[in-house]
């Protein structure tokens, strides 16, 4: 009755075409932002900038990514947190090397790095495939977090290897190190992936992400009426590493502040955002940011629910947390394969019916 | 020489490592070749029941810490402490209740779909056993005793020792892995080639529909298949828990199975055993040869970019089924 | 609709942690899950149950009474982020026993005037009182370590230790590299020879390591594991017959289920300590009457007396008795994190102060200053006895060579002041 699209007319080809076609769609995207810009920076304080919302917004960056690599290209990778390491790696040594130019081209070079470390990588998915490409792409996982923890050039010839990072302003405000206030940390990331999920979807509906999925769906077939696997799958993976480098950039500049790569980077973390992106719905960029959300949130719900609600002891919490983590993946699966971005398009579908279902 | 000597005896000890890692691959390839399902969770599985096997033996009360935080009680032990076989047979039940549990819960629901929802699955199911074992059987680290000798063998290096002057390392518990995964490799053969549910589970494994068909129950077959990989699981907890004792770290090692699959093929028994050997011998002879060049520990990686490298010459493995595409 | 806002009011209760009220909180970030959550447990136990016995029996310090609010890290640096925010408000001093997550809180600590304290883990140079003004590794840190296992085997070799091979197994990651430097340094100075041998985390597989330790028959193997690499490496040394007399682990390498799963194998196994072990202090009788008796005791006073566990009581000694020093100092009760750091500065750990609290001998004699962030650095060696799975204290509390160390802290804390931008205090 409410959500409806009976009078919401098109008049053109870029209309039809529109992300939010119907109206209260478009209406309510412009009040998250209006909402995410306006409201959140003056009410974020420290404790939900990082236990929340700086690793959603981080982590909706990396799955968008890998998104683009699995969800739209098909190729399944197990090595983002190795790429996140790129990133994170790269804008140590660049905010290191070069104090005077800003944090944010920063970033975005280590985006770029991460892209050609990502291309390199990718070679491989032109002969392998599927799962083999999965183990393959684990290769980089611990190829890479071996290089950093090894070559001290890398961490600047630290004594343990720890990178730290230091401050660093964007418009007279600090982003980086310990002064950084939560609204700046949340700013900064809010804005990457403001840019980078408008980014992600004109990419995936334009030639580009029609040559990935056509890929996806079937690669001989793809190549027989003309898309190159190879631009195809390396600037997947180019495009793809772009993101998760940005991601790793921001993980540890942003919100860790220091980091050490076996541990901040390792192969759990190339699952969570695997995790992300199938809870969340392949080849969705709502499901990235679906999939960010519920397992982020989740387990500091969870904890928070049973130590801190329950009285429970932490260890028994944690474990219990395991479990219904666990759970919940395999009931999700079950439920509803193509994750939270499915559900809510059949939600959807309901409500336009609503109250009158034929 | 002394060199030379030193690297056979690298050589041969990473072919006994290869062993214990071809032990951890056979039950994901068992899995696989029967229901397309990547395990996951067989690293965790060999955890679950390595814990349970030390559970049942020193008789600790399960969900004992739960049920203290619940109801303030102090039940810990049920006091008495089982022979190993007994405790081994009592896991094996455990183990094949388990197989039928992840079945109607699991697997039953997820038929069709696709194999990386199925991965997804089983990654969830890691996940739940893993909090599950801790929460049955506590996080502490626990001393598995199933009487298997550990440490060198003496014979073997009087032996050597007296053949080339230079007396050569082998664990005796290595010795032991190695038979035992010979034996449970041939039981497996003998197994699929000459029982009436062997020949099922290979039809399975062919084609599923045709399976069907001819009246074959897809869900037994599954069952069966689960509870032996949880069988090759606990060798598999048995023999890294001896040396390491039980504890959480012991779900990892699926991660050192993984590059043996590639290169063995996921669907080849064959395969898992001699891509566990190149691996074995591969990672420990390069630890050996360029880890001093290179700063060392390099083991972790060095199996997979092995894997890779040999996959893109051979994408299938070593003993994978040609891939064939058709549009 | 309403049930939706319900559902969401509860999520966003459920997501703040309740602040804490008046008492003095000191949050123990533990870990009793994920790979080293074996150990975790012991220590976070330890630490919980003296704070307990200090408000059965004496009703808190200075009558104020101790919160210990926990937090599960995992061993996470994501998670210990998280358990910081959601515990730092009103909270005065932070122990979260892992390299990783110390050093992503030294920067935090200093704009939220925290005190943070990491004996015997954690940034070496924050020893610099100048440099590091929130954080207090007393009273020995990985340096100390390494230099008197060094001096320890100098002595068992009358003094010389020129030509001698020495190699160093280490956990690969930024807790196993710190002594490397250290050790160089040492290698130079006696003249011995170090090979280094990095493990991989988590360190399930260390065969090869071990036919290079055969071959290469060093006289010595020192070791800074943690978690399962402990354990095997243990293994492993009992399986070339490598004789555990001359196989020292640092204190992190020292405890009970490190040696346990090598049963008879591990006998005369030697490691690090800074703390006592075992029950025989006569502070373990009032432990008895006021929280193991009563059941009050952290997780039912499983792991009570072992290594780790008596490292984590040690440390929460230390935070109350710089507590103490605070109210003294500040002459109220109710202190604030900078109180805090002050009577961490003017902290005199005596013997005597030992043994008035019952646990004479448990830790070496130290005194803290503001330029001294890390006492004398002082540790003993203890050995393993597998017959009666105890650990025997066979030193007594040794000084490092503080003339190799000091000019090594000097350098790392410079370094890490120009990087962060801090200026040094005047002290």
């Known amino acids: 009755m409410i959500y409806r699209e009976a009078g919401d007319f098109k008049t053109g080809y870029r209309e039809d075409g529109q992300t939010f076609p119907i109206r209260l769609d478009r209406w309510a995207y412009y009040a998250l932002i209006a909402v995410a810009v306006l409201v959140v920076p003056f009410v974020i304080d420290d404790y939900w900038a990082s236990a929340v919302i700086l690793p959603f917004l981080i982590y909706s960056i990396a799955a968008i990514g890998l998104n683009i690599l699995t969800g739209y290209a098909g190729q399944v990778s197990l090595g983002t947190g190795g790429f996140m390491a790129v990133g994170a790696y790269a804008v140590y040594k660049l905010m290191t090397a070069f104090p005077e130019i800003s944090i944010v081209i920063h970033i975005l070079l280590a985006g770029g790095i991460t892209a050609l470390v990502g291309m390199l990588f990718g070679l491989p998915s032109l002969r392998i495939k599927g799962f083999y490409l999965a183990v393959a792409t684990l290769a980089a996982q611990f190829f890479l977090v071996w290089l950093f923890n090894k070559v001290p050039w890398f961490y600047n010839y630290s004594a343990s290897g720890q990178i730290t990072a230091p401050t660093r302003t964007v418009l007279g405000e600090a982003v980086t190190g310990p002064a950084a206030s939560a609204p700046a940390k949340y700013l900064i990331c809010l804005g990457f992936v403001f840019v980078l999920a408008w980014l992600a979807r004109n990419l995936t509906r334009g030639t580009l992400g029609r040559k990935w999925m056509a890929i996806r769906d079937m690669d001989i077939a793809a190549e027989i009426i003309g898309v190159n696997p190879l631009t195809a799958k390396l600037s997947a993976f180019a495009v793809s590493s772009f993101f998760v480098g940005i991601a790793g950039a921001l993980l540890f500049a942003v919100y860790l502040g220091a980091a050490e790569v076996g541990e901040a980077f390792g192969i759990n973390k190339s699952f969570l955002v695997l995790f992300m992106i199938i809870i969340g719905g392949l080849g969705s960029i709502f499901g990235s940011f679906a999939g960010a959300a519920f397992l982020v949130l989740m387990p500091v719900f969870l904890k928070n629910l049973m130590t801190g609600g329950l009285g429970w002891p932490t260890d028994l919490a944690a474990h219990v947390e395991l479990m219904i983590v666990g759970a919940m993946i395999v009931i999700f699966l079950i439920a509803e394969p193509h994750g939270i971005a499915r559900l809510w398009a059949l939600a959807k579908e309901k409500l336009r019916l609503w109250p009158f279902p034929h | ?327 | 609709m309403k049930r939706l806002t319900l559902t969401a009011l509860a999520a966003a209760v459920a997501l703040t942690a309740a602040p804490a009220s008046a008492d003095l909180i000191v949050p123990n970030l533990s870990y009793r899950t994920g790979p080293y959550g074996a150990n975790g447990t012991q220590y976070a136990d330890g630490f919980n149950d003296y704070f307990t016995l200090l408000n059965e029996r004496d009703g808190g310090i200075g009558g104020e009474l101790i919160q210990v609010p926990e937090c599960e890290t995992a061993y996470n640096t994501e998670k210990g982020v998280e358990c910081y925010e959601a515990t730092k408000e009103g909270a005065l001093v932070f122990n979260p026993l892992s390299t990783g997550i110390t050093y992503q809180l030294i920067p935090k600590v200093g704009v939220d005037k925290k005190v943070l304290y990491t004996p015997g883990y954690g940034r070496t140079s924050a020893k610099n009182g100048k440099v590091f003004e929130w954080v207090f590794n007393a009273p020995a840190n990985y340096w100390d370590g390494a230099s008197v296992a060094i001096k320890y085997l100098l002595d068992e070799n009358g003094g010389d230790l020129s030509g001698k091979k020495i190699a160093l197994v280490y956990h690969n990651s930024a807790y196993g590299k710190e002594p490397i430097r250290t050790l160089q340094e040492l290698a130079e100075k006696h003249g011995f020879t170090l090979s280094e041998i990095p493990i991989e985390a988590p360190g399930q597989e260390q065969k090869s390591q071990w036919l290079q330790i055969r071959r290469d028959q060093p006289d010595y193997v020192l070791m800074w594991g943690w978690g399962v690499m402990n354990q095997v490496a243990i293994q492993e040394a009992a399986n070339i017959r490598f004789p555990m007399e001359n196989f020292i682990g640092i204190w992190w390498a020292g405890s009970e289920i490190d040696v346990t799963p090598a049963g008879a194998g591990a006998n005369g196994y030697k490691s690090m300590t800074f703390n006592g072990v075992g029950m025989d202090y006569p502070l373990y009788d009032d432990l008895k009457t006021h929280v193991i008796d009563p059941g009050k005791a952290s997780q039912g006073g499983e792991h009570v007396g072992s290594a780790v566990y008596s490292r984590g009581l040690y440390a929460a000694v230390v935070i109350a008795e710089a507590i103490r020093k605070a109210q003294e100092l500040a002459g109220t009760s109710a202190i604030t994190p900078e109180q805090l750091r002050d009577g961490f500065e003017n902290l005199d750990m005596t013997d005597e102060r030992l043994t008035e609290i019952g646990l004479p001998d448990f830790g070496p004699a130290f005194q803290l200053s503001c330029a001294n962030h890390g006492g004398n650095g002082m540790a003993r060696v203890q050995q393993w006895d597998a017959e009666a799975k105890t650990w025997n204290l066979i030193t007594e509390f040794t000084e490092p060579d503080n003339e190799v160390l000091d000019p090594l802290i000097a350098e790392d804390s410079e370094a890490y002041a120009q990087e962060a931008g801090v200026t040094p205090r005047d002290c």
Do not use: C
């Not at chain 2, 490592?17 to 399902?37: C, E, P, Q, R, W």
């Not at chain 2, 047979?89 to 696709?114: D, F, R, W």
């Not at chain 2, 032996?159 to 035992?180: K, P, Q, S």
């Not at chain 2, 770290?249 to 093929?265: H, Q, R, T, Y």
């Open chain 2, 1 to 327: 020489m002394d060199q030379l000597f030193f690297a056979a005896e690298v050589f041969l000890n990473g072919l006994m490592t290869g062993v214990m890692y071809s032990l951890v691959a056979l039950g994901f390839v068992l899995i696989f070749k029967a229901s397309g399902v990547f395990n996951y969770a067989q690293g965790v599985l060999a955890l679950f029941a390595a814990l349970t096997l030390v559970g049942i033996q020193q008789g600790q009360v399960p969900f004992a810490h739960l049920i203290n935080a619940i109801f303030g009680t102090h039940v810990e032990s049920f006091g008495w402490t089982l022979p190993s076989i007994a405790a081994i047979a009592l896991t094996v039940l455990v183990m094949i209740g388990l197989a039928i549990l992840i079945e109607t819960l699991v697997l039953k629901h997820l038929v069709g779909q696709e194999p990386i929802i199925l991965f997804m699955a089983t990654i969830g199911l890691a996940y739940f056993l893993e909090g599950l074992g801790d929460v049955m059987w506590g996080a502490d680290i626990k001393t598995l005793d199933v009487g298997l000798p550990q440490g060198i063998s003496d014979s073997v290096e009087a032996v050597t020792a007296e053949w080339f002057g230079y007396g050569f390392f082998i664990d005796r518990l290595d010795i032991w892995a190695t038979m035992i995964a010979a034996l449970l490799v041939a039981a497996l053969v003998a197994f699929s080639q000459y029982t009436k549910q062997g020949r099922a589970m290979r039809a399975v494994a062919d084609d599923h529909q045709a399976a069907l068909s001819v009246g074959i129950s897809l869900r037994f077959i599954w069952i069966m298949v689960w509870s032996i990989a949880g069988f090759v699981a606990l060798v598999a907890g048995i023999m890294w828990g001896t040396k390491s004792g039980v504890q959480f770290s012991l779900s990892l090692i699926a991660l050192k199975a993984l590059p043996v699959l590639m290169l063995g093929g996921f669907t080849s028994i064959p395969g898992a055993i001699v891509g566990g050997l190149i691996i074995g011998v591969g990672e420990k002879l390069f630890e050996f040869w360029v880890g001093p060049l290179v700063g060392g520990a390099t083991e972790n990686w060095f199996a997979y970019v092995l894997a890779l490298l040999f996959l893109v010459f051979r994408p299938q493995g070593l003993f994978g089924e040609k891939i064939i595409e058709r549009v």
